[in-house]
């Protein structure tokens, strides 16, 4: 900023008084002229109307005469056209020319004989009346009268700042003489050596008084800047010192942070290809497992073959503990937003984990609010590890009483509704110095937790990193042989279409018949190790299917060129070339139209990657390992495949679910069995009065039933039911349900007798 000075101060203070003078001459002067200018014209203006009118009330000019007479009065640059009209407005005589109209004859005929003024927007117009009914107009404009007023308020202008700098450039000469002797004693006392006694003095002549204060001032200061100088050099070199230090810990700590940030990613990727190489053999291991149950075995070797299924299972339950574990701290966990009705998803748990219970004397009990009935946007997968996660540690830490599951509304609005789930039992309870702990990884109630109940100690911290991923909070309250209770309170969106689809009638009829004569379906197997291809083709096979192998994407490129396939499984994991890759490839050498389903085999799968996956040519994918029941809902839903399994029991299952009791296996499928009429029925009087809604909560409620018993195919088919977008509803997966129903009738006629 340009520095304001006493000079410029006293110099400024004379300027703008003058300046303000000088405009105001010029303006007062200009608008008397402008004034003088505009009377002028108006005297002019009548003068001319007056002596042509006067000599046309003769009426002694033929046509002629008067168009050089009207040429002859208009004789000045502000009159533009002088008319004379007759009483229907038809020009009689016209001198000079103008862009503004003449008055047309109807407005004409509203004036009654005299004389008239019309101003309009680019001029003025003056009329007056002739004796034999002709009327004489003056067509001016202001223009050259303000170009006029306009120059001399210029040239007023120009004089008045000439004038202006004039005395300006006088005045800062003065000025600078006269405070001279100020400004050079304000530079002598930058530097004191240098003041001289003359200069003192003759500053002292101009304001002696501020001289005197200056000086005084000026020592005084100069005696604490001294001092605060050495004070600073001290503090300076403390503060180098302090600065080299926490630069020396800053190198240190980006040094660490850095390690610790490639720690981190090398364990993120360790644990995601080790899963992979875990899940891969794992896979093998259970579906050989489960096809040794089926086959003729000794009851010893029966006990041997679900002892390594439920180990097998037990390893897959601690290695997906800890892939989430890695996705939600590498925050690589999104998650989904799909239609679920909670109070379903919790009934259904809680069927599922109920053979937990044994022989233990517990009751569990589910209650939901009645107005959690609607359908709300979440994701599924991830709301039953919550649940299974709270109930199954409610079910191993409970010996006997009860556990009560009560999942509830706290608030709601237009868009959303606030949930709360309450899970409470009587079991041994936690020492509360230790509760706050518990949510941490690899943290238990005690060291001997691990021992006498099993875990990793991961259940709960998953379960409130999951918690927050949904926005809400997870809390626990507890005393030592008392019981627990844990509370989930989150916010969930409404579903859209939930409302909309109340009153309306989504039945859906297949468009196209499966075509039974086109059985069996050809399927291509891609996977580089033996063990799952063996499985694979062994599961199959078992469904009437033609099944051909590649052991790499290069030898699946080539079998889908030469042979056409109903479906083809490609693991994503493979040398030579991945399954993306592949799939690439062959979608590159379809044509015709033709679009064969490709589904991933996968040990892991992040949200992020199916996205990617379905951008470049996967259909949908099955994650390691794979159970049969997965293998049929995906052939059910890209191949229409309808396929009877050859049994409809699976005791090694159903032995399995019940805890290894045969009896209980038995009870269970006897319950179900009972209710199987009624839900036939229910799906059969559903279908003949297109009430989709009651067909679905038909589907859901058998299912639920179906959970803890041995029926997998009957399972698999009424997922397959509920897994149709948009509430649908299918005639051939009623058919399989109903075949299935058939099936288990047949297949347990023994156990009614």
Known sequence: MYPWTLHHRLLFA????????????????????????LTSHQQYRSMTLRSSAALLRLGHLSPADENA??????????????????????????????????????????????????????????????????????????????????????????????????????LNIMLRRALRPLNQFADRLREPNTLSADTYHAAKRIWPELVTSLTRYYFKQKRHVDALKQESEHAEAELRETLDAIERQNIELHAARRSAQASNQLKSEFLANISHEIRTPLTSLLGFARLLERTPLSSSQLQHVQALSRSGEHLLAILNDLLDLSKIEAGRLVLDETPVQLSGLLADTASMLAPLRGDKPVRLQVHCATDLTESLLGDPLRLRQIFTNLLGNAIKFTARGEINASLSVVSEDTSRIQCQLKISDTGVGIDPERLQNLFEAFEQADSSTSRHFGGTGLGLTITRQLVQLMGGHLEAESRIGQGSTFSVTWWAARDPFYRSSL???????????????????????????????????????????????????????????????????????????????????????????????????????????????????????????????????????????????????????????????????????????????????????????????????????????????????????????????????????????????????????????
């Open 14 to 37: 004379f300027t703008l008084p003058v300046a303000i003078l000088l405009i105001s001459l010029a303006l007062t002067i200009s608008s008397h002229y402008r004034d003088d200018l």
């Open 503 to 753: 009153h309306a009638v989504p039945l859906i009829s297949p468009t196209q018949q499966p075509d039974t004569h086109a059985l069996p379906l050809r399927v291509l197997v891609v996977d580089d190790h033996p063990a799952n291809l063996q499985l694979m083709q062994a599961w199959v096979r078992e469904l009437g299917i033609e099944v051909c192998v590649a052991e790499n994407g290069a030898d699946a490129i080539s079998a889908a060129a030469a042979s056409v396939f109903d479906l083809i499984f490609m693991d994503i994991q493979m040398p030579i070339m991945n399954g993306l890759e592949a799939a690439q490839a062959i979608r590159a050498q379809e044509h015709g139209g033709q679009r064969v389903p490709i589904i991933a085999l996968t040990a892991h799968a992040l949200s992020s990657e199916r996205e990617f996956w379905l951008r470049n040519g996967i259909d949908d994918y099955l994650s390691k390992p794979i159970d049969e029941s997965q293998l049929h809902h995906i052939l059910q839903q890209w191949t229409r495949y309808i396929g009877k399994p050859s049994s409809a029991i699976d005791w090694p299952e159903a032995e399995r679910l019940a805890g290894g009791r045969r009896t209980l296996a038995e009870q269970l499928i006897k319950t179900l069995m009972d209710d199987i009429p009624l839900a036939r029925a229910q799906l059969i009087n559903a279908s003949n009065t297109e009430d989709t809604q009651a067909w679905h909560r038909a589907v859901h409620r058998l299912l639920g039933a179906c959970r803890y018993t041995g029926v997998p195919a009957l399972r698999a088919a009424l997922e397959a039911a509920l897994a149709l977008p948009n509430g649908g509803w299918d005639a051939h997966l009623q058919q399989r349900i109903l075949q299935e129903m058939d099936a288990l009738l047949e297949s347990g006629a023994a156990l009614q007798t």
């Open 69 to 170: 007479w009207l040429q002859l009065a208009l004789n000045d640059n502000a009159l533009h056209r002088l008319s004379l009209l007759s009483s229907d407005g038809s020009i009689l005589a016209d001198a000079g020319q103008s862009q503004i109209p003449l008055p047309s004859p109807a407005r004409l005929q509203r004036f009654q004989p005299g004389q008239y003024t019309l101003a309009l927007e680019d001029g003025d117009q003056d009329l007056v009346s002739l004796p034999d009914g002709r009327w004489l107009v003056l067509t001016s404009t202001q223009h050259m009268l303000r170009l006029a007023f306009y120059e001399r308020l210029g040239l007023y202008l120009i004089l008045s700042l000439a004038l202006l700098s004039v005395l300006v450039g006088l």
